[in-house]
């Protein structure tokens, strides 16, 4: 059974796709090169506001028990390619900015949204 699109971005959205910000605006950005212990930290809290969000968005709209499992299951999917780019990034003790966006990346790869570019640098909006 499919899965509307939009259903899947709302959920999905939460995703560590800033891997790491709270509240927009009302978060310090990382000091970079930052500690493995406290990026991996940083991290898994966000996946665990995620995982809060998405459960509550599930149990709120009601959504059917198979698209549910089926969301879930992308969600994991996800968080274990993030947490699999982590643990390769903190393996010298520290994390770079650049590796940091290499995470963000792959986090943002698991959002439906994040698939085309909406830019207006290719020229086709105005």
Do not use: C, Y
Not at 12 to 24: D, M, N, V
Not at 70 to 83: L, P, W
Not at 86 to 110: L, N
């Amino acid at each position: 059974m499919k899965i509307s699109k939009w259903v899947l971005a709302v959920v999905l959205a939460a995703l560590p796709a800033t891997a790491l910000a709270g509240e927009k605006g009302e978060h310090e950005k990382m000091k970079f090169p930052v500690a493995a212990a406290e990026f991996r930290a940083k991290v898994t809290a966000r996946q665990s506001r995620h995982k809060e969000r998405m459960e509550r968005f599930l149990t709120e709209k009601k959504i059917p028990a198979d698209k549910a499992k089926e969301i879930r299951e992308r969600a994991a999917q996800t968080e274990a390619k993030v947490n699999a780019k982590v643990s390769e990034v903190i393996k010298d003790g520290t994390v770079t900015e650049d590796e940091a966006k290499a995470v963000r990346e792959i986090a943002r790869a698991g959002h439906p949204h994040h698939k085309h570019d909406h830019s207006e640098k290719k020229g086709d909006r105005k």
